[in-house]
């Protein structure tokens, strides 16, 4: 891990790590600053602050080297409900992962799902890198004859929706790469409190709406493993 000069100068003390090549982080749960832009410019695109909630939880304001930099994902997550909440968007987590594409999760699950054969190595390769991007996340499959539940697990759990709507729309836009941008999954599995139905639906109107607190995700046919880009 290397230190970069005037950058160290001025996130030291907001606790960023710069990390280099595949050095693993074993301090803190971090995760890469990329996945926390689109929720900073969709506010910023519509002229709402977002310097008062990233101050709040002590988060440098220029993420312009987001890539290179990981986060305190505590603080991180905390920042965007934050922001959530002083526009009254309760929504907001929502809102802003209904419009990502795979480059706004970063360059490198995006090319992770670019470069793989078929779907199925398209997860288990997700599976192996993820932890590079979240050091809590991790992706599995539960597989039958007919379907198979793609799972995302936050190993400390996680009181934030917008972990929940993350994860879910990376795993949606994983099988969309190889099934197609319309294909929508039967079931979906969400982790917050049920108060969320309504809006779960909304977003998600083909398919049944499960809950359960230590995971999210969603179903496939079992034969989309082997689909082919």
């Not at 101050?55 to 993420?63: I, Q």
């Not at 969400?190 to 179903?219: C, N, V």
Request: overall charge positive.
């Amino acid at each position: 891990m290397r230190e970069h000069g005037h950058s160290q100068n001025r996130l030291g003390r907001c606790c960023q790590l710069v990390v280099r090549g595949r050095a693993i982080i074993n301090t803190i749960p971090v995760f890469r600053a990329t996945h926390i832009v689109p929720f900073l410019n969709f506010c910023q695109q519509r002229g709402l602050p977002t310097e008062a909630s990233l101050r709040r939880f002590k988060l440098p304001t220029d993420f312009s080297q987001a890539g290179a930099i990981y986060l305190p994902r505590q603080a991180g997550i905390s920042a965007i409900k934050d922001m959530s909440e002083r526009q009254d968007i309760l929504d907001l987590s929502a809102r802003v992962t209904s419009t990502f594409r795979l480059p706004d999760f970063g360059e490198a699950l995006c090319q992770v799902v670019k470069c793989s054969p078929t779907l199925l190595v398209a997860l288990q390769r997700l599976s192996s890198v993820i932890r590079m991007e979240d050091s809590c996340l991790s992706i599995e499959m539960q597989r039958t004859s007919s379907i198979t539940w793609l799972h995302a697990r936050q190993s400390m759990g996680s009181p934030f929706d917008c972990d929940q709507w993350s994860n879910t729309t990376l795993l949606l836009l994983t099988v969309q790469a190889f099934a197609g941008s319309d294909w929508q999954p039967a079931n979906v599995k969400l982790s917050s409190a049920p108060r969320e139905f309504a809006l779960a639906q909304q977003y998600f109107p083909k398919s049944r709406i499960f809950w359960d607190p230590s995971m999210s995700g969603l179903t496939i046919p079992t034969h989309f493993l082997s689909l082919e880009r």
